[in-house]
C-alpha cells in the first residue's frame, strides 16, 4: 500500500499544472459556450412552439 502512495506521489509531481492566466482563458471559453448554446436552443424552441401554436392554433 506504501508503494501505491508513493508512486502516486511521484505521478502528481510530473503534472503541468494550467497557471492562471490559463484557468481564466479555459473558464471563460467554458462560460461563453454555455451561454451560446442556451441562447441558441432557447430561440429553437421558442420557434418550434410559435410553428405548433400557428399549426394548432
Do not use: C, Y
Not at 17 to 24: D, Y
Not at 30 to 40: H, K, N, P, Y
Amino acid at each position: 500500500m506504501f508503494r501505491f502512495f508513493k508512486s502516486v506521489g511521484q505521478e502528481m509531481h510530473k503534472i503541468v499544472w494550467p497557471t492562471a492566466k490559463e484557468n481564466r482563458r479555459d473558464t471563460s471559453v467554458v462560460l461563453s459556450i454555455t451561454v451560446f448554446f442556451i441562447l441558441f436552443f432557447a430561440l429553437f424552441d421558442w420557434l418550434i412552439q410559435m410553428g405548433m401554436l400557428a399549426f394548432v392554433g
